[in-house]
């Protein structure tokens, strides 16, 4: 399972950070994503950590403004957004690959999402 948690109602330029805990079975060797759908949109990738050497992939969009990160020994995976713009509203998910690697990893196991806006 997972548990997304974090978000919240910011004024443009603000900060949060995210949280995903997930149980071991689901967190260990496994590839963490966070992905965001927003209102009348198609669910899109955010971000993506590996399993090991914590390799990272970015969508273009939060590059240099968010950045991911996971705690093995916690079972929980980040997402630390700056500088939020009223283009990232949406609900963030967290999501478990079926690989260690990042960029190998399919998503398939969600969690239930959390609600970003963010006011311009």
């Known amino acids: 399972q997972l548990q997304a948690s974090g978000g919240g109602l910011v004024q443009t330029g603000a900060s949060l950070r995210l949280s995903c805990a997930a149980s071991g079975r689901t967190f260990s060797y496994s590839a963490m994503g966070w992905f965001r759908q927003a209102p009348g949109k198609e669910r899109e990738f955010v971000v993506a950590?590996?399993?090991?050497?914590?390799?990272?992939e970015y969508a273009d969009s939060v590059k240099g403004r968010f950045m991911i990160s996971r705690d093995n020994a916690r079972n929980t995976v980040y997402l630390q957004m700056n500088s939020l713009k009223p283009e990232d509203t949406a609900v963030y998910y967290c999501?478990?690959?079926?690989?260690?690697?990042?960029?190998?990893?399919?998503?398939?196991?969600w969690g239930q999402g959390t609600q970003v806006t963010v006011s311009s």
């Open positions: 950590i590996s399993w090991g050497d914590e390799y990272t």
């Open positions: 999501s478990r690959g079926n690989a260690r690697s990042a960029s190998r990893s399919k998503f398939t196991v």
